[in-house]
């Protein structure tokens, strides 16, 4: 479950600051001097877990990230940097380590895809299915089609959608209420919906996805209403890739015929 900072923000904080690198007591003593503005040893270790001894040390590893300023008096003074620079020092970190991460991975990548992926692949939890799809719709290059729950149709999914649409992709829509095909009209202006074998929001269902015919994925909710996005159980989804992949083969039979009866005029596309 996600942390709420207003709760408890002093665990937050740290915890949150831990994971940017820094030391426990380091995280602690940063916490304990954002509270008090300027404070001695003595001032850090009355507020927090911090041993009076290991403050020094913990100052010190701020102070070489730029996170405290020292005032060399009898005892040493110690200030914090205010809540917005810290958080730009640590955003500035973040978007230099994730520009180094992607470089190097890029690098690692081999020039071409495989195009034909044997098996299926398995993706669990909301946030990483929810990656997967976008990641799908930016790569589609002439027709998606796109079945969900009005839950999981997300700004990210629909600005996907918006972009593929705009590349001069067709999009295809199906499984979504009214309200929910009406929003989609409008950010989406040029998607087409058709009727779908399933009345997919009674089911356990997550989601559908199939792009230029050749790549598909489906999901499930595993925990339904109680299920959180950050939960890993709550959605698995399954994704192959190929036209020779039994997954693409089904998927591709069931809807290439739905979409042809589509075409033909055998469902109301405008509906």
């Known amino acids: ?5 207003t709760a408890d923000p002093q665990s937050v904080a740290v915890e949150q600051l831990e994971q940017f690198g820094l030391s426990t007591y380091a995280a602690q003593t940063f916490v304990a001097l954002s509270s008090l503005g300027t404070g001695t040893a003595r001032d850090v270790s009355r507020v927090s877990d911090v041993p009076r001894t290991r403050v020094y040390d913990a100052t010190d590893e701020l102070h070489n990230r730029g996170l405290v300023d020292i005032r060399q008096s009898s005892p040493r003074e110690f ?29 690692l990548e081999p020039e071409t895809r495989q195009d034909e992926q044997r098996g299926v692949w ?14 799908f719709l930016a790569g589609a290059e002439e027709e998606i089609v796109y079945m969900t729950v009005a839950d999981l149709l997300t700004d990210d999914l629909i600005e996907g959608l918006r972009d593929a649409s705009a590349r001069g992709v067709t999009v295809n829509l199906a499984g979504v209420s009214s309200p929910v095909r009406d929003h989609i009209r409008e950010e989406v202006p040029d998607v087409e919906t058709f009727e779908s074998l399933w009345d997919w929001s009674e089911t356990p269902a997550g989601r559908l996805l199939m792009i230029d015919r050749e790549q598909t994925l489906v999901s499930v909710l595993v925990n339904g209403d109680d299920a959180a996005p950050s939960d890993p159980r709550s959605e698995t989804a399954i994704w192959g ?5 039994s997954l693409v083969v089904v998927l591709k039979a069931i809807f290439t015929w739905q979409l042809d009866r589509a075409d033909d005029g055998g469902t109301d596309s405008s509906a």
């Open 122 to 135: 398995t993706v669990e939890g909301q946030r990483a299915v929810t990656q997967r799809v976008v990641e």
């Open 241 to 245: 890739k190929g036209e020779t992949n």
């Open 79 to 107: 200030w914090a940097i205010s809540a917005e620079t810290a958080t730009r020092t640590f955003e500035r970190e973040l978007q230099h380590r994730t520009d180094l991460l992607r470089t190097a991975l890029s690098e």
């Open 1 to 5: 479950m996600t942390p709420d900072p």
